[in-house]
């Protein structure tokens, strides 16, 4: 497939330990497995059957452990599990956490304030809310890679064999659903991340591998290794709002399912307003680079071809329009959704693009709005 500016798309292997250069948090590389998960859209915790690597056992809080105040967190946690998602889960107020909220309000019926206020908290959190965050124990076989050193010239990364994570913390950051320096935050600076180790994350439900047939790019581990569960509710029709900079999903009752912060559009690629048509996804898919479709190529930049990965240009899907050239995918760095311009094409982070990419199929409706 070839692309825009942005173009559809497995890593050299990282050293044992290493300093993350963002947030001094010790990444330790490990070789082994465990594991387990429960759909998303549940409240209760995940159970840990051992076969499974992408797995992550719940750690009792130690005894006497003080209680934590993390409510914007768990609100967006909330959020994130009913499919309203407000992107990186950092526990901080934003833009991308009042859509999700208004977004969830306008599901619900309830007015839309964008704040999280003692009527929105009860729909959200239910009757037996979950915590903001628990200790989970890193499964060995999540934790064994293989890593990649990820060059930012594309040319250079067509030479590699996938476009994988950089390391341990990035990979356990998407996994749940956040970045790592939030990973920091909730944890020691001098923790050490490895197989067996015991970390504090955002309280996003383990997935199984799903059984997917003809699968032959590994999307159920794609799905499991991000905290996607493979059922989701069905869209009749996708809208992308420019103003509001959200993706949005509706069923055939035009009821909205699930609303997405997206990056749309740029002065040299602006977004295509008009009514479109999905025409296929391509899960795990390899990256056409086309430099001549690129205003910001370098000359000498030459075709290439991306092997996949969720560091590739369009992260882990690319959702194909109807629009030549124009799709949604995903994006190797989820903290830029709606704080950056893209290529023209419609960006999420990669755990929303791989829910999304769940929720539609060929012929879905997309209309881009301003």
């Known amino acids: 497939m070839t692309k ?6 497995n890593k050299s292997p990282l050293i044992l330990t290493l300093l993350c250069a963002a947030c001094n948090m010790t990444v330790t590389q490990a070789n082994e497995s465990t ?4 759909p998303q859209g549940k409240a209760a915790r995940p159970a840990a059957p051992a076969a499974d690597p992408y797995a992550f056992v719940i750690v009792p809080e130690p005894a006497g452990a003080p209680a934590r105040a993390d409510s914007v967190l768990q609100a967006q946690v909330a959020l994130d599990r009913a499919g309203f998602s407000p992107g990186v889960l950092d526990g901080k ?4 956490f009042t ?10 019926g309830l007015p839309l304030t964008g704040q999280y206020d003692e009527a ?19 499964p060995s076989g999540f934790a064994q890679g293989p890593f990649f050193a990820v060059p930012k010239d594309l040319n250079d990364q067509a030479r590699l064999p996938a476009l994988g994570y950089r ?8 996994r749940f659903h956040t970045k790592p320096e939030v990973l920091v935050t909730l944890n020691r600076p001098d923790t050490r991340v490895g197989a067996g180790t015991t970390v504090r994350v955002p309280a996003i439900a383990n997935q199984p591998v799903a059984r997917i047939e003809g699968d032959e790019r590994g999307w159920g581990e794609t799905l499991a290794s991000l905290g996607v569960a493979k059922d989701q509710p069905q869209a009749d029709h996708i809208v992308v709002d420019k103003s509001d900079g959200v993706l949005r999903a509706y069923d055939a009752q035009n009821r909205l399912i699930a609303q997405f ?24 898919p390899d990256f056409h680079y086309n430099p001549d479709l690129f205003w910001d190529a370098s000359s000498s ?12 240009p369009v992260g882990v899907v690319w959702i194909d329009l109807s629009k030549p050239h124009y799709g949604i995918h995903g994006t190797p760095e989820p903290q830029t959704i709606g704080r950056t311009e893209s290529h023209g094409c419609i960006r999420l982070t990669n755990w929303d693009a791989a829910r999304l990419a769940q929720m539609v199929r060929s012929g879905v409706k997309a209309v881009f709005q301003e």
């Open 4 to 9: 825009r500016r942005e173009r559809p798309v």
């Open 35 to 38: 594991s387990s998960q429960e």
């Open 99 to 108: 859509s999700a909220l208004k977004g969830f309000q306008e599901a619900r």
């Open 93 to 96: 107020e934003g833009m991308s």
């Open 120 to 138: 929105t908290a009860r729909a959200l959190l239910g009757d037996r809310p979950q915590p903001a965050t628990w200790l989970v124990k890193i």
């Open 301 to 312: 930049d030459q075709k290439a071809v991306l092997k996949p990965g969720p560091n590739g």
């Open 167 to 174: 390391n341990l913390l990035e990979k356990l950051a998407e």
């Open 261 to 284: 912060p997206a990056t749309m559009g740029s002065q040299h690629d602006p977004l295509p307003i008009g009514a479109w048509e999905i025409k296929g996804l391509s899960r795990n």
